[in-house]
């Protein structure tokens, strides 16, 4: 844990713009310093935020989608690229910590990807979304275990995850057995409708406990004009309302300031880090209330790639993304399966 204990952060719900390849990232930049004037040393951006999340792909059948899938890929950042260079310089110039989602362009795929820039404003992490959930599987490519980390800041050690990535609990699980202190969830808001907020609170209240952590969450926003941009049919429309839950969690549970359920805006609220502690004298769930020797999670960190070569020890990030590592079970397990 760093010696700074009091942390401010900020979690941003605001729209997209649909219609131009920086104007999301114009908006980043902007939030970015409006909560930086605040006072915020964190700032926690929507899933796949940039350009915009393929809402597209939730109301409309594939064969009439393809227009919008290519125009996502036209919009879609590189990493590293411009925008990953502008949100940098921006962190670094206000000396804040953000968390950015992205569609990623990596050649002819595209993955919902999670940036974190340090204070500094180096890329302390990218992690692409393990499994694309529904309608995503038809946009974005899976990603791998590589980026399941918890990566150090001047502000604490942050992880991040995006959207359903929380009803995995390994998934979780493992950035809680690195001891996250401040989470960072994502989700894309303006979908399905109330339901999806209420599930959204439910999820990150819960992950808080669980892990003794803060949650920071940021959801999207659609304005009525952008929803009729996307659908003109009214029914359809309806699935474009609602899901919207910008928070933050304590590592007890409780909202530290009142979330953002519609509109434009952030939730700012100062995080206690001693709360962390408090929260886990009484129950560490990777610590005094594990049970490792009978319960533990066993995980491939290696990088994905589809070609080896063979003329050279394969490096731990070349794991092709065909394979898989078989379990090989060591002495002590086998002594212990044999008695």
């Known amino acids: 844990m760093t010696s700074q204990t009091i942390v401010r952060a900020a979690a941003v719900q605001i729209a997209p713009v ?46 009439q989608s393809g227009s919008e899938h290519l125009k996502l890929y036209e919009y879609a950042p590189t990493v590293p690229g ?8 921006q962190a670094r110039a206000l000396g804040i910590v953000v968390v950015l989602g992205v569609n990623e362009r990596d050649h002819g795929s595209l993955y919902n990807t999670q940036l974190i820039f340090d204070e500094n404003g180096q890329l302390a992490l990218k992690r692409r979304k393990i499994t694309p959930t529904f309608h995503e599987r038809m946009i974005w490519g899976q990603g791998d275990a590589s980026g399941l980390e918890v990566v150090d800041t001047g502000i604490g050690r942050i992880g991040a995850l995006a959207c359903w990535e929380h009803y995995n609990p390994l998934a979780r699980y493992a950035l809680m057995a690195q001891h996250e202190e401040i ?4 989700f894309p808001g303006s979908l399905v409708g109330p339901i999806f907020a209420d599930q959204i609170e439910v999820t990150i209240r819960h ?31 309806k699935a474009l309302r609602g899901g919207c839950c910008t928070a933050i969690v304590s590592p007890e549970g409780q909202h530290l300031a009142e979330p953002l359920r519609s509109g434009e805006g952030m939730v700012i609220a100062d995080l206690d880090k001693t709360l962390i502690t408090k929260r886990k004298r009484m129950m560490d769930s990777v610590g005094h209330y594990a049970r490792p020797e009978l ?7 290696r990088a ?6 063979t003329d050279t020890a394969a490096p731990k990030s070349s794991l092709p993304a065909f394979a898989t590592t078989p379990f090989i079970p060591d002495s002590e397990e086998i002594s212990h399966a044999l008695r």
């Open 207 to 237: 992950h808080a406990l669980e892990s003794g952590c803060f949650v920071v969450n940021a959801t999207g926003w659609l304005s009525d004009e952008q929803i009729a941009a996307v659908t003109p049919d009214p029914g359809l429309q």
């Open 295 to 301: 319960l533990s999670l066993r995980i491939d960190d």
């Open 82 to 89: 411009p925008v990953t260079e502008a949100v940098a310089a």
């Open 304 to 309: 994905a790639s589809p070609m080896v070569t």
């Open 18 to 63: 649909f219609d131009s390849p920086t104007g999301t990232v114009d908006k980043v930049c902007q939030a970015i310093a409006d909560a930086a004037r605040q006072g915020a040393q964190l700032v926690v951006f929507p899933e796949t935020f940039v350009p915009y999340y393929p809402y597209f792909s939730f109301v409309l059948p594939p064969v």
């Open 183 to 186: 989470h960072c969830s994502q």
